[in-house]
Nanobody, 123 residues
Framework: VQLVESGGGLVQPGGSLRLSCVAS????????VGWFRQAPGKEREGVAC????????YYADSVKGRFTISSDKAKNTVSLQMNNLRPEDTAVYFC?????????????????WGQGIQVTVSS
């Protein structure tokens, strides 16, 4: 099982980034996938999650209207489009996958995790 994130980096406030995660080694089309983040000294939190089974999504209140999660079953890829970024979005972003058929938003439901990628929003 492997999940590999890409697309992170440094961006100014108000800017955009697109994160991508390529999955392999498991039946991606039956899993719930998501994006979590963890800032220094804080707990890991669910940002956006998507069920490949029923298409339901979850967004944290702090990112609604700014972030969009999408899943491409043909490419085993889940992406996160992040717009209007704020300094408080700075964190390491992780891409996990869960065997849960419904969308879930807390880390204990996710069995497989990527290594994480840094996103820094700063002027």
């Amino acid at each position: 099982v492997q999940l590999v994130e890409s697309g992170g980096g440094l961006v100014q406030p108000g800017g955009s980034l697109r994160l991508s995660c390529v999955a392999s080694g498991f039946p991606f089309e039956y899993y719930t996938v998501g994006w979590f983040r963890q800032a220094p000294g804080k707990e890991r939190e669910g940002v956006a999650c998507f069920s490949n089974n029923d298409g339901m999504t979850y967004y944290a209140d702090s990112v609604k209207g700014r972030f969009t999660i999408s899943s491409d079953k043909a490419k085993n890829t889940v992406s996160l489009q992040m717009n209007n970024l704020r300094p408080e979005d700075t964190a390491v972003y992780f891409c996990p996958a869960s065997t849960m058929a419904i969308v879930v938003s807390t880390p204990e439901w996710y069995e497989h995790w990527g290594q994480g990628i840094q996103v820094t929003v700063s002027s």
